[in-house]
């Protein structure tokens, strides 16, 4: 199973739409997360456009109709993998703190998240904590997006930074 992964989107006010890179890179994948800071509902409709299975959680700039249609906490169970996603919030220096906290009791294998803009591809405890990046902010030199791949009982999870051709 290969997850596109994606976060602080920020649609409008970063850029109109999602990098074509992106898109592209998700025709590929089986599914896709947003890890929040979609900002416009437009982006899950642009990723619906490359693949069929969207998963999203609401973020701290999401409003409104995202926040209605999107929890703020999500969890799956893929292919034998535990996988808690959820944006994040505070400072970035306890981030991965206050999401160990939020899925304690779950027990997860990864946490995906975002919030900070930067990527982060890291075990801690024994859970793999995997932010993107931003696809649309460069704050932390460069944009990005992630691909987990889950294979034979294995999980390999990169980032890949991209060169942003569209921005507002």
Request: aromatic share 8%.
């Amino acid at each position: 199973m290969k997850i596109g992964v994606i976060s602080d989107t920020h649609i409008p006010d970063k850029s109109e739409r999602i990098p074509q890179e992106i898109l592209d890179a998700f025709k590929r994948v089986d599914l896709v997360v947003h890890a929040g800071d979609l900002v416009d509902l437009k982006v899950i409709d642009e990723l619906n456009s490359v693949c069929a299975k969207i998963v999203a959680v609401a973020g701290n700039m999401d409003h409104g109709e995202i926040k209605i249609k999107y929890p703020v906490k999500e969890f799956l169970n893929l292919e034998g993998f535990k996988i808690g996603i959820m944006h994040g919030w505070g400072a970035p220096l306890t981030l991965t703190e206050v999401l160990k906290d939020a899925f304690k009791a779950d027990k997860p294998d990864v946490i995906i998240f975002g919030h900070s803009h930067k990527p982060m591809n890291e075990q801690i405890d024994g859970i793999l904590f995997f932010n993107p990046g931003s696809a649309t902010d460069a704050v932390a030199q460069y944009c990005s997006y992630g691909v987990i791949e889950i294979k034979n009982g294995k999980i390999d999870a990169k980032i890949i930074k991209i060169n942003l051709t569209y921005t507002k």
